[in-house]
C-alpha cells in the first residue's frame, strides 16, 4: 500500500515537472522548484530522469541571479512522435504530431462507405503507414471515433454509420500496435483540441459544436472533458428540432443533423434551386457545397436564405446548451465556417428568442480557427495529456 502511495507520489511529480517545463519553456531547475514547490534535489532527479529519456534537453544559461548563471530546460519536441486519426465519414485522416501538437506528416485514405470489419483493417492500415512514417519514438495513439464511446476503456459501443458495436478498438489494436492507445468520440476530441490548441486558451469551460455529415459537440468544463455518464454528452445531432420536419437516418423526425448538418445544408440549397432557377446557387442537379458558398458570398438572396434557415436550427440547439450549462465560449467547427457570419448571426437570433437574451449576450459563439485538423489535434491532445499529463 505504502509502495503503491510512494510510486503514485512519484508519478504525480514526474508529470508536474513535465507540465511545467512544457508550459513555461525556458525553465531553470530552481524555477521549477519554485513554482512547483518540489526540493531542489527531487527536481533535480526528476529533471535527469527526463533528459534520459529525451523529453527534455538544456538548452542554455539563463541571466545570472547574483551566483552562478542557471542552466535552462525546455521540452525536446521532436524527441518522440504520436499518431493521430480522425475517422470521418467519407475518409480516414491520420498524422503524425510532434510533442507540440505539429502535424509532421498527413496521409488520408477514403472509407468508400466500408464498414464492420473492413472499416477496421482501413485503420489498421492507416496506422501501419503511419507508424512507418515517424522517425522518432512513439508515444501513443489517439483516435477519435462517431459513436457512443467510453474514452476509459477504449470501446466504442455504438457507431452506426461505421457498423460498429461493442467494438474493443484500444485493445485490438494495441495488441499489434504495442502502444498506449486513446479512442474517444471525435466531437469530444474536438472539444480537447480547441481547449488545447484553439485561440481561446485562458478559458476553463469550452463548448465546441462540431458540423459536418453529423453534428455532436464537445464540452470541456473546468479544464476537463466532461463525457456523461453514458459518455453521450453533448450528443445534440439526434434532438428534434424541427416538427414535421425529414426524416433522419435515426428513425426519428427533424433532428437536428436533418436541418444543419451538410449535408441537410445541401439538400435544402437543391431544393430551393428548384423553386428558385434564376438563383446563383445554379441548376439543382449539379449543385454542390461550394456553389452555396459561393452564391453566399455574392449575395444571392435563396443561397441566404438556406444558410439561414440552417442557422436558425443551430440556434435551437444553442439555447438550449447556454440554459443548461451556461458556458460563455462556444465553438463552432467544420466546414459551416465557410458560411460566415449569416450562419452565426442566424444562430444567435434565434437562441435570443429561445432563452435569457442577457445569457445569449454573454456568451461568445465563434468558429474554431483549428480547421479540418481539429480531431487530429484532440486525438493528439488525448495522448499528451494522459501519457505525459502535460495538459
Ligand atoms: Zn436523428
Redesign the pocket.
Known sequence: MLKATRQQTKRHNLRLVMRTIYNDGGISRADIARVTGLTRPTVSRIVAKLIDERYVVETGQGPSAGGKRPTLLDVNLSSHHLLAIDLGSSEFRGAVVNLQGEILQRLTIPTGGQRGDEALDLVRDLLRNLASMANAPILGIGIGTPGLTNPDDGVIREAVNLGWSKLPLADLLSKEFQQPIYVANDSHMAALGEYTFGANREDRDLIVIKIGQGIGSGIILDGQPYYGDGYGAGEI??VVVEDNGRK???G?YG?L??TTSTRAIIQAAHTQAESSPDSLLGPASSLTWENIVSALKAGDPAACNVVQEAGKFLGVAIANLVATLNIHRIVIAGRVHQLGETFLNSALNEARHRTLPSMVADTKVSYSDLGSDIVILGSSAMVLKQELGVI
Open positions: 445531432g439526434h433522419c437516418s435515426c426519428n433532428c443533423e436533418t
